[in-house]
């Protein structure tokens, strides 16, 4: 069983930034692929980023490209998401995932909501 906890969350304006964190427990971190989700009310809960354990490579939805930037630091424990550039359409509860690749089980964070205002 791996606890994910999400901070960073909060307000901003349109233009601005905000960073979030996911910290997780044990001490097999790097082995967890680790993700960020977001649902909106009323949306489906769509994939935002993720990154490798080594965090050598990452990936990301189309929407957020070239403004969000996942990164991992493993001797922390800890996945980051840097969101620039912000847009209204970016509010939404935050989710953090870690996949644990050798038993296909998911694991969430309890999620950190992010409001974006014009």
């Known amino acids: 069983q791996v606890q994910l906890v999400e901070s960073g969350g909060g307000s901003a304006q349109a233009g601005g930034s905000l960073s979030l964190s996911c910290a997780a427990s044990?001490?097999?971190?790097?082995?967890?692929?680790m993700g960020w989700f977001r649902q909106a009310p009323g949306k489906e809960r769509e994939f935002v980023a993720s990154?490798?354990?080594?965090?050598?490579?990452?990936y990301y939805a189309s929407s957020v490209k070239g403004r969000f930037t996942i990164s991992r630091d493993n001797a922390k424990n800890t996945v980051y998401l840097q969101m620039n550039s912000l847009k209204p359409e970016d509010t939404a509860v935050y989710l953090c995932?870690?996949?644990?690749?050798?038993?296909?089980?998911?694991?969430w964070g309890q999620g950190t909501q992010v409001t974006v205002s014009s």
């Open positions: 990154i490798t354990g080594s965090g050598g490579r990452t």
């Open positions: 044990g001490r097999t971190f790097s082995t967890y692929a």
């Open positions: 995932n870690a996949a644990e690749l050798w038993s296909a089980k998911n694991y």
